[in-house]
């Protein structure tokens, strides 16, 4: 293939390659390339044109299909001349379009040097990022043809264009089974590189006589003695190794270039599998086989899919030679890899193609699972063609690598706990994003940061998504905030307490913690609280002991107290008018709790004042007689509130106090105490007391109270 194409002769490969394409939209494609690259010329000098369609004459002979030969006529359009993406969706159609972003986006990624890592991580963005394989295939065909073209570059663009390619594009190929494209990338590369390595190798093979030529004879020669043998319909073939296979056999496993056996390689082309298997003994008899150098990857295929029989022998002038043997099918799926589906594969309606790309990906990771690299590769292929992994970039061209669904602040503690202890916020393609913005493959990640002292927020821990940001999270609050760490864990754990109804006397709360403490291997009760604060503590967990611990302590402790919360004492209330007496210390029985609105009397008491009770109260009856009552009403503004006791009978289950704490605390009532027990009978009795303002806001209460689930009755004390 010349190294600039016309159309004419792009039509030319077309026709010949006997495959339906739809000519008519193909020409359209072409006229509106040709228009919009219009007087734009390649530093060849050439037309520009010429280069998307050499392009896409190479994606023909890889028997791609009509929208990706039309997505490599258009696929320098958007990025260079005014066409816009809509333009191409609106005449090409979604597919196409799609194909065309993918291959500008591809484009926009360049790299100068990349270290092993990064290149890693950026082959398999570049994979992630071309959700259609095709994607990568048309850019593949795209930087073959530049490398092809790249005499035309200054100097250290050629080796700039030339790393890249080796460190990135080549192994895309190849894993992707395409060994003819890797292999000219490669040599292309090598030429840029190490120019005087590749002269070397270049000039030791037509040394030998012209290599294609010997290789060439052997070939002819083997074809013969098939025929003679009754294998018919052998495709012979030889080929020379690449150049840069030499070089790597030379240069990094210090070969010498006689030591390398497989420099010349006759490829035999067969029906089936019998016939090959046939054939390697009619090789085997014709030439001395160098021992060990037999491989069978017919019955153990190359995690690639690569199928043959190799085997090497010492030809008659004393060079050895590699001779390959394999079907057809063997042969396609060896030179066109991934293409080979596409090639192979006629009359795939687009609406059916993903569903059978996906297939394609299934048969593949199948296919592999037998095969001794399986394992291996299943995880490569996985990462690269199904989406847990992203891939993104720092501003300055990094590639950092995060599990999918991970936050720009996960982004900032990839690269440091320091950019991520001072991130105020984030840039994604140089525009604010909110803090929990989920990164997305491709994007450029910008951090931005605030004074060196400003540290993260506790809420972050609820955003990240990865363990290393959550760890420096919590680190970074365990070495600045341990004051607060502590209070903000002494708050949270009381919340929980009573959350969970434990209420420790107080008398032996502090030897109860620091217990816990020790059994949770830590010093003391205020470096459990400061673990609770910064994270480094799981309160469920230790919640779990608490609880654990706090019914061994209850066992021991008179009943009628276990469920006591302390509180403050409510403080008597002015609110009552006593006959007779003024300003004098007035308090609320506990056997009735008035409310205001309730008939009330005063007891007078010993040293204590005056006590309030509701007319109806068993106590007053009780000691109706006795000369120390005195009459009460409530006065006319009252603005405290008072407590008032309830009984709920309810069916025992598990979640009751939840709910009805969950109930009082929507209504904003302040629970003073709550004792529960239960009944033989499957019952729960709940005796709680609330704080509310009048006797109007009680029955308010009790309504939402009622409507709890298995709730049977409720009463007033
Ligand atoms: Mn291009």
Redesign the pocket.
């Known amino acids: 293939m010349a190294d600039y194409l016309t159309y004419e002769d792009l039509k030319k490969y077309i026709a010949e390659s006997n495959r339906a394409y739809d000519a008519q939209l193909i020409d359209k494609a072409y006229n509106l390339a040709n228009a919009a690259h219009d007087g734009q010329m390649r530093r060849s000098g050439e037309p520009y044109i010429t280069?998307p369609v050499s392009?896409a004459a190479l994606l023909i002979d890889l028997g791609m299909d009509t929208e990706s030969i039309i997505a490599a006529l258009l696929?320098?359009v958007v990025e260079d001349t005014h066409v816009p993406l809509e333009e191409i969706k609106q005449e090409f159609g979604a597919d196409v379009a799609a194909l065309v972003d993918g291959v500008t986006k591809l484009t926009k990624i360049t790299f100068s040097s990349v270290e092993e890592q990064q290149a890693e991580n950026l082959r398999k963005m570049l994979l992630a990022m071309s959700h259609d394989v095709r994607v990568m295939l048309i850019k593949l065909c795209?930087r073959l043809h530049?490398m092809r073209t790249g005499d035309a570059w200054p100097e250290q663009k050629r080796r700039d264009k030339a790393l890249e390619t080796m460190e990135v594009y080549a192994p895309i190929a190849h894993r992707l089974g395409i060994s003819g494209i890797k292999e000219e990338l490669e040599d292309r590369s090598l030429r840029y590189l190490d120019p005087i390595g590749y002269e070397e190798i270049t000039s030791l093979l037509s040394h030998n006589g012209g290599a294609q030529k010997f290789v060439g004879n052997i070939a002819a020669l083997i074809g013969e003695r098939l025929e003679e043998n009754n294998i018919h319909g052998a495709q012979m073939s030889s080929r020379v190794k690449s150049v840069y296979g030499i070089y790597r056999k030379m240069y990094m496993q210090n070969k010498s270039f006689e030591e390398i056996y497989d420099i010349y390689a006759v490829r035999i082309i067969l029906d089936n599998v019998a016939e090959c298997y046939n054939a390697l003994g009619v090789i085997h008899d014709m030439y001395h086989p160098i021992p060990s150098r037999f491989k069978d990857y017919i019955s153990t295929p190359k995690p690639n899919m690569y199928q043959s029989l190799h085997t090497t022998v010492l030809g008659h002038e004393g060079i050895p030679f590699e001779v390959q043997i394999r079907t057809w099918e063997m042969h396609q799926t060896a030179e066109y890899g991934v293409a080979a589906h596409w090639k192979y594969k006629a009359g795939i309606s687009s609406s059916d193609r993903l569903e059978e790309r996906l297939a394609w990906v299934r048969q593949l990771l199948e296919s592999q699972r037998e095969s001794e690299d399986a394992e291996d590769l299943l995880r490569n292929i996985k990462s690269e063609l199904l989406p847990d992994e992203v891939f993104v970039f720092t501003p300055k061209g990094d590639v950092i690598n995060l599990p999918a669904g991970a936050t720009v602040i996960d982004f900032a503690y990839a690269i440091h706990s320091a950019v991520g202890n001072r991130m105020t916020g984030a840039k994604v393609n140089s525009r604010i994003v909110p803090i929990d913005h989920k990164v997305q493959t491709g994007e450029i990640i910008e951090v931005i940061t605030g004074p060196v002292n400003k540290g993260p927020s506790r809420d972050w821990l609820k955003i990240v998504t990865t363990s290393e940001a959550k760890n420096k999270i919590r680190a970074w609050f365990k070495k600045e905030r341990k004051e607060e760490n502590i209070a903000e864990g002494r708050a949270a754990l009381e919340k929980e307490l009573r959350r969970n109804l434990v209420s420790i006397p107080e008398k032996q709360y502090e030897a109860f913690m620091e217990d816990m403490a020790k059994r949770q291997r830590l010093n003391s009760a205020e470096e459990m609280y400061a673990a609770l604060g910064y994270g480094g503590l799981q309160m469920s967990k230790l919640m779990l002991k608490i609880k654990e611990e706090y019914a061994k302590l209850i066992r021991t402790q008179d009943p009628t107290e276990t469920f006591e919360i302390p509180i403050k004492k409510q403080k008597s209330s002015d609110g009552v008018i006593i006959e007779g007496l003024d300003n004098c210390l007035v308090k609320f029985s506990k056997c009735c709790n008035p409310l205001p609105g309730d008939e009330i009397i005063g007891f007078i008491t010993r040293g204590f004042g005056v006590s309030i009770h509701k007319c109806d109260c068993v106590n007053v009856r009780a000691a109706e007689n006795s000369p120390r009552w005195v009459k009460a009403r409530w006065a006319d503004t009252v603005q405290e509130n008072f407590k008032s006791t309830l009984e709920i009978v309810a069916l025992d289950r598990q979640a009751l106090f939840a709910d009805v704490s969950t109930a009082l605390a929507t209504m904003r009532v302040p629970i003073l105490s709550l004792m529960g027990r239960q009944t033989t009978d499957g019952r729960a009795t709940l005796s709680i007391t609330v704080s509310v303002a009048n006797i109007d806001h009680l029955s308010n209460v009790i309504t939402k109270l009622k409507k709890i689930k298995d709730v049977i009755s409720i009463s007033r004390s």
Do not use: A
């Open positions: 280069h392009v696929h320098d795209d530049n």
